[in-house]
């Protein structure tokens, strides 16, 4: 039986949200993702064939799932690097769950190939960088044909959980489903071995097309399980021209005035949404006051 969070209906359009999903007496954790509108919004900026733009939207799909667990403020990275057509693939997702992507490729890619297959020699990625904390990285290798099944491997490797992704995107929405043993719980139980059985059914065409409720009761009818109320996901890239001014802080005074000097500005483009910072010889002087001011208050 699914029921929603407090007995209340869920609405039926699940564009843009997370849904948790909690399977009473079993310890399972699940999480439901779709992007419609924030998927459009980041694939608009840039002219991507269609399999970076579905790759991608399953990079997205699968970060927005495992930004659920962060329980801090900061973000979560998602990047695969390879050799081959695609050199590198990149998603991540805040605690407000905002969201970004880019790629980086060779633009004659064959519009046929697997995720592996676009990433030769590749490498999984997991970066969670908290606003204030250390940062953690894990990586595995890519040695799966699908993106869902090197996540699967990831926590499998480096945690111990036995986990089950299912992305899908069609170049319109990203969608998402994972399914997780819980960490305290016994990897490899048989609660969770029956409903990842279960997942394993659904159809692609179903998972795009579907609202949660449907979903989910498409699904684990016979079970008893909680739809939670859901998180909504939005485009937002994170650069600022304050942001770029701290970058050009990082660098020596003589070697932003011997820039000026030879270019008149210091031009900073953000790849991933266009955004142009443009620094003129006053700004560059202002920096480097600034710097300079700095330094002596160190001094002191």
């Known amino acids: 039986m699914l029921v929603s969070e407090y007995g209340r209906q869920q609405k039926m359009d699940n564009n843009d949200q997370i849904q948790r999903i909690l399977f009473d007496d079993i310890d399972v954790r699940g999480v439901v993702t779709s992007l419609e509108q924030s998927y459009q919004d980041i694939i608009a900026l840039h002219n991507y064939p269609p399999v970076i733009e579905q790759v991608l939207g399953q990079m997205l799909a699968a970060v927005t799932i495992l930004s659920t667990n962060l329980k801090f403020n900061g973000k979560l990275i998602l990047q695969a690097k390879g050799e081959g057509s695609v050199s590198a693939l990149m998603a991540e997702c805040n605690h407000l769950n905002q969201c970004r992507a880019i790629a980086q490729f060779d633009e ?55 986990t089950q992704f299912s992305l899908a995107c069609d170049g319109v929405k990203a969608r998402g489903l994972m399914l997780q043993v819980l960490p305290a719980a016994q990897s490899g139980s048989e609660d969770y071995q029956r409903l990842s059985m279960l997942a394993k059914t659904l159809k692609v065409t179903e998972l795009l097309s579907l609202d949660n409720n449907t979903l989910l009761f498409r699904l684990f009818h016979e079970e008893k399980c909680r739809l939670f109320s859901g998180e909504n996901i939005s485009f937002k890239c994170q650069c600022s021209r304050e942001r770029s001014e701290g970058a050009l802080k990082l660098l020596d005074n003589k070697e932003l005035r011997e820039i000026i000097g030879e270019r008149g500005s210091i031009d900073i483009d953000c790849q991933f949404c266009n955004s142009k910072y443009s620094f003129d010889a006053s700004d560059v002087e202002q920096i480097c006051r600034d710097k300079d001011s700095v330094n002596k208050t160190d001094l002191h």
């Open 108 to 162: 004659h890619i064959a519009q046929d190939l697997s995720f592996r297959q676009m990433l030769e020699s590749g490498h999984l990625v997991l970066t969670i960088e908290p606003d204030v904390g250390q940062r953690y990285q894990g990586f595995v290798p890519l040695e799966n044909e699908t993106l869902a099944e090197c996540l699967a491997d990831y926590f499998q490797r480096s945690e111990q959980l036995d």
